[in-house]
């Protein structure tokens, strides 16, 4: 396909403690892990929030205080760790650009193949969950797991993607009858860590929210 590759560096933002940030900012050739959990939205990979480092700082604000509140719950002693954010500059390369035509299609192909295969086998189709925006996204993490083994079996030696990138809609209006969600944004999973050119620590995560605005983020991946 033609316009797969895309030209476009973009800068992504991922939530994570202050001791990795500070680990990675130190030794060039130290990278965030994958991550690799059944539910994750995009399937393996890197995950960062596109242009949108305040977003990555509530998601693990949110993040570390459920672990904790999971931890008291569970008797268990929790080491708390400083949530802190980190900047990416990613170039795209053979991306997976979910906000293509060409891209959904090739995905639908992809659930097709992989229904058919776990119908003959008599297995059942994992689901997605966590209520209406789906916070865990079992399917579609197959989906995107199976799609890739697919171009690794063609006989044309179709390329690996180097990175996934899809917008999501999620959390609520931002105000009553609003066409718009409190939590929109876009995600990027790097697949091939050489697509990340450099780290960086971001500024202005400050935000003046307005009262009644849409906070608790109940997000399971990354």
């Known amino acids: 396909m033609p316009y797969r590759r895309l030209p476009a560096w973009v800068l992504g933002f991922h939530g994570t403690d202050e001791e990795t940030v500070g680990s990675i900012l130190i030794d060039p050739q130290k990278c965030l892990s994958p991550s690799r959990n059944d ?12 242009n949108d480092p305040v977003r990555a700082r509530s998601y693990i604000e949110e993040k570390c205080a459920r672990n904790k509140l999971t931890a008291e719950k569970a008797g268990l002693q929790y080491e708390a ?5 980190i900047g990416a500059v990613i170039d795209l390369g ?4 979910l906000f293509d035509q060409t891209a959904l ?9 992989y229904q058919r295969t776990m119908e003959k086998n008599h297995l ?5 969950k966590g209520g209406s925006d789906r916070l865990q996204r079992f399917l579609d993490r197959a989906v995107f797991e199976w799609l890739h083994m697919l171009r690794g079996w063609s006989p044309e030696s179709t390329p690996s993607y180097d990175t996934i990138r899809s917008g999501f ?3 609520g209006p931002v105000y009553p009858g609003a066409g718009f969600q409190a939590k929109n ?3 990027i999973a790097v697949r091939q860590p050489a697509c990340i050119k450099g780290f960086f620590l971001p500024r202005g995560l400050e935000v003046a929210y307005p009262r009644g ?3 608790r983020d109940e997000s399971f991946n990354r």
């Open 105 to 113: 299609v090739e995905l639908a192909a992809a659930h097709n193949s």
């Open 124 to 128: 059942e189709l994992p689901m997605n």
């Open 81 to 85: 760790k400083k949530p802190a954010v």
């Open 185 to 187: 944004h876009i995600q």
């Open 39 to 50: 539910y994750d939205w995009l399937g393996d990979g890197i995950y960062f929030w596109e």
């Open 213 to 215: 605005y849409p906070l």
């Open 94 to 97: 053979l991306c997976l650009n």
């Open 169 to 171: 809609h999620e959390g």
